[in-house]
């Protein structure tokens, strides 16, 4: 079992910054990678940016040289730093994380809870 707690969400002036974090805990063997989705009201749930286990990112467009994903393995948690924040950065914010439970297991998702971020125009 894989549980993630997610915090840092919150409401922010257009401009402003916020940082996420989302740490996992449990019983589980390993970690693979890392993801921030979000889900604004009345669409889709989206990905906003991804890190593998050995720190390759990737984001969506909509982001790119605004949020910066990272992680740190010791802790099981995994970050998105938000700067220059728009009003339509506004969601849901979810973290999602591919685990391992045991060797024997395949790879499996999970979600958080999501925390919500406002941002203010």
């Known amino acids: 079992q894989v549980n993630l707690v997610e915090s840092g969400g919150g409401l922010v002036q257009s401009g402003g910054s916020l940082r996420l974090s989302c740490a996992a805990s449990?019983?589980?063997?390993?970690?693979?990678?890392m993801d921030w989705y979000r889900q604004a009201p009345g669409k889709q749930r989206d990905m906003v940016a991804t890190?593998?286990?050995?720190?390759?990112?990737n984001y969506a467009d909509s982001v790119k040289g605004r949020f910066t994903i990272s992680r740190d393995n010791a802790k099981e948690t995994v970050y998105l730093q938000m700067n220059s924040l728009k009003p339509e950065d506004t969601a849901v914010y979810y973290c999602?994380?591919?685990?391992?439970?045991?060797?024997?297991?395949?790879?499996?998702?999970?979600w958080g809870q999501g925390t919500q971020v406002t941002v203010s125009s």
């Open positions: 890190i593998t286990s050995i720190g390759s990112t």
């Open positions: 999602y994380v591919h685990a391992r439970t045991s060797y024997y297991e395949p790879t499996r998702g999970y």
């Open positions: 449990g019983s589980f063997f390993s970690i693979d990678a």
